[in-house]
């Protein structure tokens, strides 16, 4: 099923993309993984803890933060900024995303993602879609990674919103927890292929 078919379905007013494998592929190297240097940081810190993070993905990120700090956040930021940066250039776009979203103007978009806040800016007005969106959080911006509803709550600050209005749009079992830890719907896009189930690179 399509977007827009699901929307016609169920009518959304507010539609809450997430970035990578979403509306964009970042060219992640092939020869590491950029999550293994946020363990190797982890070890460091706690192995106990590490061995039971790396289960979790970014729950596990934000169970090591939760207990040594914003140091910890500062760190895995300054990691994936890195690597987001460098592999900015050979970025893939989901077009047929980004042309839905200039078509249909009876939606208000935003971004929730834990790419950091340069890489996500970079794209979009890489793609001229910049002023296409109300607003976006990323990683930069909260203290805790997604499916910690703190993005979503900048967002949506307000407690009258009606949930039920509301989309998020994601392709992992992150997103998908992220949607539900807020109470709103879902829809997994597929536009991409991973090589592997690990959402976080």
């Not at 002023?131 to 805790?144: K, L, M, N």
Request: aromatic fraction near 14%; proline fraction near 3%.
């Amino acid at each position: 099923m399509t977007l827009e078919n699901y929307l016609n379905k169920h009518p959304k007013k507010f539609l809450v993309f997430d970035l990578d494998m979403t509306l964009v592929k970042l060219a992640w190297p092939s020869d590491i993984r950029v999550s293994s240097l946020v363990y190797e940081y982890f070890i460091s810190l706690d192995k106990n803890l590490t061995a039971i993070c790396k289960r979790k993905g970014y729950s596990g990120f934000n169970m090591m933060i939760k207990k040594y700090g914003s140091k910890v956040k500062k760190k895995i930021d300054d990691i994936y900024l890195f690597w987001e940066t460098k592999m900015l250039k050979q970025a893939v776009y989901n077009q047929k995303l980004f042309d839905f979203i200039r078509r249909n103007k009876k939606y208000h978009y935003y971004i929730w993602s834990n790419n950091q806040k340069s890489t996500v800016e970079a794209i979009l007005k890489d793609n001229n879609a910049l002023g296409q969106f109300s607003g976006h959080i990323t990683g930069t911006d909260v203290a805790f990674f997604k499916p910690e509803p703190e993005g979503f709550n900048k967002i949506f600050p307000i407690k009258n919103f009606n949930r039920e209005e509301i989309l998020m749009i994601g392709d992992s079992k992150n997103d998908e927890e992220s949607a539900k830890n807020c109470g709103i719907d879902f829809f997994k896009i597929d536009q991409f292929k991973k090589p592997d189930k690990n959402s976080f690179k």
